[in-house]
């Protein structure tokens, strides 16, 4: 289904040819002062055109705000919001009609469905994540308001660059900084100089977000299914372009013993928490109280200028080469992304331990 | 929540030292042949006491089906199944119940619920693993009916040792013939030796579990949120001691270019085939018809005999070391509940898929 | 939630004087030829200011669709659909800002929330049921295409004046031949008149919607929980002004005995039927083949011209009379209501039946 | 589904001649003292065999906590119940395995599934109902403790005997007083003797069973899909035998005018109150702080001695006159199952409401 969250909960709708992209965020509770900029903020992070590093399609990507809000405040009823697709051009996929691009979702919608909208991706098109961003922002600001957690994802690796960030006290400004929104200053001139070889190359490149979760409540996280790790895992997993997901240790932890990778439990003047964070904030899959951290994997742009050899949709052979807009390197414009499903994870674990957990009177 | 799936759909109960533990699997079609002997066959795969490479609890795991069966044959009604807790020893325990073991559960069920039963885990046990293979069991046996499919995992890499696994003609036999159901030969024994050693040396070892599905219906998954993708992470993520999971090239895919990356399609005899498997099996979220194949990453077994700094729940420091029954490797018990997992998944979006896009009369 | 239905599911949004309300359609199955014509004729029939019996207010609703349509199919993704609020008069609502109607939502919402858009009933306000007509509409061509199952519901009861009707004859044509939507010609003059005095004297009317879908195939609804019945009801109960749900023979059957009230079956030249329809088409929660026939009882319109005793927010007792416009009896509007949950609830286990009731191979 | 409920859960399963019927309640929080004795009241309440007036089987329906209790109280996890099946005589039912029993769900369920348990109902039993109970016993011991609301059933009407009830003062010990379960002491006898005349002509009779909740704290119920109206509607008619729900004024309702029928607000001594209670205790969908009322029909059971026509799964004409134990009136037993349905909606929009309208910090 179209919907993400139990309690804290968005649907998204949309081609990117249609007639908009849009969400509901249901279960938001009521009475929050909505911020409409920092909604626009988070989208505008998101958006295409930004630089030379990411596609040339200039989109506005204005928020409107339909309906769940009055006199400034959320009423605790559903918040829909879209977005117009103002610079749709079919016409430059119009040779993609019968194609079926190499590692993009052309063959298994067509397979699946019977039918599908070839412009511009669809349903599949990266375009989808702005009901996402939006219903994170929503998310973000809720978390604020409720306990002071903040989410940051930045770039931390593309091709074989990786950058050395400290969770502790990277900050958006930093992040925002870098044209690649990597935020160490040494290493995001050298990304950056990477994507724009590939980009002249008529190629793409994939690489690493990483996502931090600070002052997160003790407790969230449901055991067995709806582990904290387990919701992470799926919200960043339905990301188009994920090929992977770690979180504390990650795959490198697998060559540790556990005297090596076991975090220490200490008091730090009254409060437990762990010498080491190799659990990466959950253990048991709730929360700790230790930073949240986690990598993401996103593979290089399946759409590039380079020909490629494909097959058309009556199983012909045919030779492909992209003429339409594109990124040479998705992960510019992946950190508001990563950020709001951080959010909109987090939010739905806060509401459902709200529920449960709260002590009997 | 304690369920997992949307149609085909479990729900787990039980502590590890309650009176049972337990499932109950729901939207199981009717008129399937259940082969009772083949749930217990896994579950035998995953019980402890296997050999010296587990830990030495000896546990009978006996399978009982309470409901949902008629005359051999599934009802469609919910089957309920459960384990009796023999074997256990609260008293192996008492000396853990006033604290908290490092990158155990303890500490964070303690805060989030106020309660716990601290013996053997409680909920947070791998014994709760216990429903997910049976219910996997089932749905082996669902997909192996419908069309064929079939699910095999494998340890691919113990602490610092990787096998190379042919993912095309790996079977079972392979798998179930090594002690550490590493179906490479020259790599098992290696494995073996060093488990052991870790066993010896009161610590304990992480590692990588693959997984393989063949002959997987084109079409399964749903875009979005429920991409194929996404929820075998949640899954495998759902699982105790999971830190990563990455599917087709994963991590590292990200250091290669798009051009290097893209699967290139190509008409196989009439079938729409790629040459190359970087995507993994899915596209867009939805299964294209080549092999899923994916690894996760078990960090190394957090109980460990060696000495530890702690804390108690009162917040004074102390030194623990485990007395009890332990596996030094908890990945040669893995297969099994990996394989469950991935069963659980497909057959829940082979349902899905029924449903919705069954062309229209 | 404000979310309805397990696979073909509506997600309604919006409050009357906000921006627009909407509706995602999320689960319908692609290559559905969508008629448009047809989502709107229903809204035509549930609009506001179709004659002298409804409210003056003149509302277009003219259907926008945004999403999940491609050269007039569906895509198998969400349909995202919504009536902008044009004739929105928030004026006539400021004397309303701090006063709680007589059963009304205006107590309820405040102290749920703490907060509530007072203009016109908010959320709360009939003008919500827009998105399910136009979800409903969607589902009554699934069902017509799937399975030829058609829908109808009608006035049966006005204030103490009641209809006979023949459920197996009855037309939509006959429906809408009556200005009251009463298909009994001799009856239907006198409810108009008895509206019309109510509308003189500023009070309201209550009744009773009848409402019958034929040819559902036989095995729709799952038993337990879902059983058709029960998802009926709840449809039917999540309307606004509804008190009462029965199907068959209802409270009136409770004064039955158990051989006056079974339905005998018979072979019907290969096809098992039953002699009489006291179960109205479901036994055991599922649908046996006969003509689905349920009774819903409707309050008198709560908003009325009359002077009123009640409370303002600070709970002093003040005089309300209504000077808005409104409708002196809902059910004139009702019958497109009815037969677009009716449709949803059916479309919803069409799917669910598919899914896991088809043959094993 | 087998599953009801959205944060307080019950999954059931269980055929009545299987192995053991059960429940897993999933939601429940944590530390609630749990008092098994009041489990086994309420089934105890439920069961057959309590007196001529019930059928003859005598089933010790005695509950085991396998999971989720720790030294007494609720460890937050999920609870596990059974009763095992220890009076089953699947001999009793042989000479069914053929036939389908008029109003019964026999016909539907092999449609359906293509397979059934015909030994006594199987799944389509009332036997179901004891995980209901069970589940709903506990929810009943979390609202006490957490607002001291009270749930209540009893029977208002038998055949064509009323009773008037004062859903204010009534009480537990009043119910179980009388052998019907009807607390007026003037017509319970007479109630008693039209039942056994049911009995002794081999007949059977329907009813009325009103339930009340008292002390229901304001703001619960979630405004359009899931109005407390609707999900009490939906518990109701998923009962067995159920044929219609209403509340307050119900269908008797929909003949006053709407400045009769509306609620009054007035204001008691700082608590705003409503005069007369026609809206049953909810406005919108959401509990409005006074007593929630509604009554549910139960048409007479289905099983009866006399003869009937009907058919076998073949299609022939055949005779049927039941020889096995039943209920000539299944209202008597029906109390506890509509009150653990009604505690079961109020603990799931109990948890509900604390998760999202708690006042943000």
Known sequence: ?????????????????????????????????????????????RK???????????????????????????????????????????????????????SHADFTY???????????????????TIGRVAGGAIAKQLLR??????????????????????????TLEQIEASPVRCPNPNVSPKMAERIDTARRERDSLG?????????????????????????????????????????????GGTTMTGSEHNDAFYNDDSRIRTRTNNSGGTQGGISNGENIVFQVAFKPTATIGKAQETVDIHGNAVELAASGRHDPCVLVRAPAI?????????ADHLLRQRAKYTALP
């Open 1 to 45: 289904m179209n919907t993400f969250g139990h309690l804290f909960r968005i649907t998204t709708w949309g081609e990117s040819h249609g007639g908009a992209v849009g969400v509901v965020v249901d279960g938001c509770p009521p009475q929050l002062v909505l911020d409409i900029a920092a909604i626009q903020f988070e989208l505008n992070r």
């Open 48 to 102: 295409p055109g930004q630089s030379h590093l990411t596609t040339p399609r200039q989109e506005g990507d204005a928020i409107e705000i339909l309906s769940g809000v009055f006199e400034g405040k959320t009423l605790g009823t559903p918040i829909s919001m879209l977005v117009w697709n103002k610079n749709a051009r079919p016409s430059d996929y119009k040779h993609l009609k019968d194609v079926y691009r190499p």
């Open 110 to 128: 067509q397979q699946k469905y019977g039918i599908r909208n070839w412009q511009g991706g669809g349903r599949a098109s990266a375009r989808e």
């Open 145 to 170: 308001e409720a306990c002071q957690t903040e989410t940051l994802a930045y770039v931390k690796q593309i091709h074989t660059l990786t950058a050395e960030v400290d969770t502790d006290t990277v």
């Open 207 to 251: 690489g690493v977000i990483e996502g931090v979760a600070r002052n997160v409540p003790i407790g969230l996280g449901e055991p067995i299914f709806d582990k904290l790790k387990a919701d992470l895992a799926k919200a960043m997993m339905s990301l188009p372009a994920t090929m992977g997901f770690q979180i504390g240790s990650g795959f």
């Open 338 to 346: 990563v950020e709001a499903m951080t959010a909109l994870v987090l």
